[in-house]
């Protein structure tokens, strides 16, 4: 269900994020160019893939309603326990509010060198709650419930970030080395690129 979420957002989304991707990339080029910058492929390749996580979360918060209820909900764990634990229900509102914000984290924890859980907490709990006033804004609902999952994804998000940063200084040098992750990142592009041409009922030819 979740996936299924994700890929209705990229069919809605694709025009503006192509054009978007493509500005932004000259952009950056020209700005590494003119300034002389060292060109690193990992590290562009992923500050491209946040941009395009935060406009699709931009656009599954406000175009789904995740609270069935609507209005206005400020107690704690109302919403959240409404739903039978493992039917599809929990595991979009509940899970789904968890998961989507995990790379929310791992990213944002990466970019402000985070080593301490308050500096995502801070951060996640305002992103969080300006989403929700957003959505009240425009007809949807607020809910306390979501700040709280989303706040929890971010955590583990920045758990992720921690975890992954403490086993990379135990691998061999050539895992550290910044071809190696420029070798994984074009894997990943190229996956990336056929789960978008895929989604979109794309051919290659």
């Known amino acids: 269900m979740i996936v299924d979420t994700l890929t209705s957002a990229i069919k809605v989304m694709w025009p503006m994020l192509v054009i978007f991707l493509v500005v932004m990339i000259a952009i950056r080029l020209t700005y590494i160019r003119i300034n002389h910058e060292k060109f690193i492929f990992y590290k562009e390749f992923l500050n491209l893939i946040f941009i395009v996580y935060v406009l699709l979360l931009f656009q599954l918060l406000t175009s789904t309603e995740m609270n069935t209820n609507g209005g206005l909900n400020i107690v704690p764990f109302t919403e959240m326990f409404r739903y039978e634990i493992g039917s599809k229900l929990f595991i979009f509102n509940v899970i789904g509010n968890i998961v989507i914000f995990i790379p929310f984290g791992y990213f944002v924890s990466s970019y402000v060198k985070a080593n301490k859980v ?88």
Not at 154 to 174: D, N
Not at 185 to 200: E, G, H, I, R, T
């Open 118 to 205: 308050s500096h995502i907490l801070f951060i996640s709990a305002i992103t969080s709650l300006t989403v929700e006033l957003v959505q009240l804004q425009i007809g949807r609902s607020f809910d306390i419930d979501d700040i709280l999952l989303n706040v929890t994804g971010s955590i583990f998000g920045f758990l992720l970030f921690i975890g992954l940063s403490a086993i990379k200084k135990h691998l061999p040098r050539f895992f550290q080395s910044d071809i190696f992750y420029n070798l994984l990142c074009v894997v990943l592009s190229f996956l990336a690129l056929f789960y978008f041409m895929k989604a979109l009922e794309l051919r290659w030819f």
